[in-house]
Structures are given as structure tokens and as C-alpha cells.
């Protein structure tokens, strides 16, 4: 838009730096506690561990989501498309506090899991999914997130939706979700319903949802070996979703 000054300037033209319009888009990160590592025993016996994905990898993961988002079944299409976006996000600094979880096994990509902080006290969650499918590993990476928002991040609300059918029965169904009034209430992935976890009901019942799915808990305590087989992530070569 333009209009003329209404006094006499002695610069007409006063040029910016990128480097200061950036501050004015990216949002100043709160200083958020990272997550730790942790593995889990699936049901077939095999070990999955689940550490922070590094930006470096980033582009290789954008990669893949291009290949999974062709998936038209079980609304792979639109998660696809939606967590390709949330990594460039993250990637390109477009998304407040986010993170963004991986699942690994002997460092193959088998799940995932991302949100972000919209403020101290909630917990944004944005998308999972299983790269693998048949070991619950979808359940155990969004539990994952749960258990990142209340037990280390101090959150006192975890807010989700459900794009999916598989998504709607694990968690809003599987963890007994309630969801604040709707349209009133909605969430920032296509304004639809948001289903909630309270640090309260997270205490009394949630907590124990992964042993109820897979048997086990996740363990923090991670053999050297293990974080080691994790360190170089190996894109699968095939989306067998
Ligand atoms: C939602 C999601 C993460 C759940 O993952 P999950 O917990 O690992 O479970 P799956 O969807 O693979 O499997 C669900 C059930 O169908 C069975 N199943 C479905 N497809 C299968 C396949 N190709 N092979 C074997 N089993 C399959 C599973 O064994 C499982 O049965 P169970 O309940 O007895 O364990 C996963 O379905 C997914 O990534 N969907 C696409 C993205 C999405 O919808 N994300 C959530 C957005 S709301």
C-alpha cells in the first residue's frame, strides 16, 4: 500500500535487511526441555527406540512424506501431506516450539510423531503415524507424546484431533478422550473437533494406556548400543503403509 508522506522525508527509500524481518516471523522459542530417548519392547520382540529427529534430517524425511502422501487409503493422503508440511515448518523455523519424534528400529524409520507448544500450559498435538503397520507402533509413538507433555514438559493440557478412522479409535477412543464444545472449540489442523487429556486424567488413567496396548512400558535407562544402531537414520526403502 502506498500513500504520501505528509511531511518531507530525507530518505525516500530505507531498505531492510532480511536478517530484521526475520525476528518479526519466527517465533522466539521457549526453553523447552528436550526428549530424552527411550525404547520399547514391541510385541513381535523386537526393540523400537524413539529419539528427537536431528534438522539435518529433515530433508530425507520431507522425501519420504512425498512417497507416502500417494497413499490413497486410511487417510495416509492428507497426514502425508499435513506432516510434510509440519517438517518444512519446522525446518524452515515456521512453527512455534515444535517436535518431532521418531521411531527407530536398528535405525529404520517405522513411526512418528510431532506437536508443538502453543504456551506453557498446552500442548499442541499435531500428527502420528505408523511407517509400519501391524506392531502398534502408531499407539506407542502418540503415547510417546502424552507422556512427553505431562512428565517432562509440565504441560497441563494436551490438545488432539483425529483426521482418521485408525487415529479416532487408538487415541480419542483408546485413551477415552473428552472434547471441549465444538465449533466454539477448534483445532488448528482444519478446525475440527479438539479432543483433550487433562494432567489430571493423564494421572489417573492414561498413564497406563501403552502397558494396556503393547504390555510393557517405555524405558529411559538406553544401552549405549542401542543409541548407537539409532544414530543414522535409515529411510525404509519402500512405503509398505
Ligand atoms: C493411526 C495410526 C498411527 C495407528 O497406527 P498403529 O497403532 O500402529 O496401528 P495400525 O493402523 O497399523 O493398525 C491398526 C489395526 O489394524 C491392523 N492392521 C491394519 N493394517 C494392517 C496391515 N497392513 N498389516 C497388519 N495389520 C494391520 C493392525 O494389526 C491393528 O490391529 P490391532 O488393533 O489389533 O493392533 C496408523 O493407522 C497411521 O499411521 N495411519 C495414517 C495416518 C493417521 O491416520 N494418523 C493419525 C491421524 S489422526
Known amino acids: 500500500m502506498l500513500l504520501d508522506p505528509p511531511t518531507v522525508v530525507s530518505q525516500n527509500e530505507i531498505t531492510l535487511s532480511v536478517r530484521e524481518i526475520e525476528p518479526l516471523l519466527q517465533a522466539p522459542p ?18 523400537m527406540y524413539i529419539r528427537e529427529a536431528t534438522l539435518e534430517e529433515a530433508p530425507a524425511m520431507m522425501g519420504y512424506m512425498k512417497r507416502v502422501m500417494e497413499q490413497d487409503h486410511d487417510f495416509y493422503d492428507v497426514v502425508g501431506a499435513r506432516v510434510h508440511a509440519e517438517i518444512a515448518g519446522w525446518y524452515r523455523k515456521r512453527l512455534k516450539d515444535p517436535y518431532t519424534l521418531l521411531g527407530l528400529i536398528d535405525g529404520e524409520w517405522v513411526g512418528f510423531a510431532n ?42 493440557e494436551f490438545w488432539a484431533t483425529y483426521e482418521s478412522y485408525n487415529g479416532w479409535h487408538r487415541w480419542g477412543l483408546g485413551m477415552a478422550q473428552p472434547s471441549y464444545p465444538w465449533p466454539e472449540y477448534q483445532h488448528e489442523l482444519g478446525g475440527a473437533r479438539v479432543y483433550y487429556v487433562t494432567k ?32 543414522q537414520l535409515k529411510i525404509p526403502q519402500d512405503v509398505t503403509v
Open 115 to 156: 506437536g508443538r507448544l502453543m504456551n506453557e500450559d498446552i500442548n499442541i498435538s499435531l500428527h502420528t503415524m505408523a511407517l509400519a503397520r501391524g506392531g502398534r507402533i502408531g499407539a506407542i509413538m502418540y503415547y510417546v507424546k502424552t507422556y512427553y507433555a505431562f512428565e517432562i514438559l509440565g504441560s497441563k
Open 200 to 231: 489430571k486424567y493423564w494421572d489417573a488413567v492414561v498413564k497406563d494406556y501403552v502397558r494396556q496396548m503393547v504390555g510393557t512400558d517405555l524405558v529411559f535407562d538406553v544401552p549405549v548400543e542401542i543409541v548407537k544402531a539409532n544414530e
Open 30 to 47: 521457549m526453553n523447552v526441555p528436550p526428549w530424552p530417548g527411550a525404547t520399547i519392547t514391541l510385541k513381535d520382540g523386537r526393540t
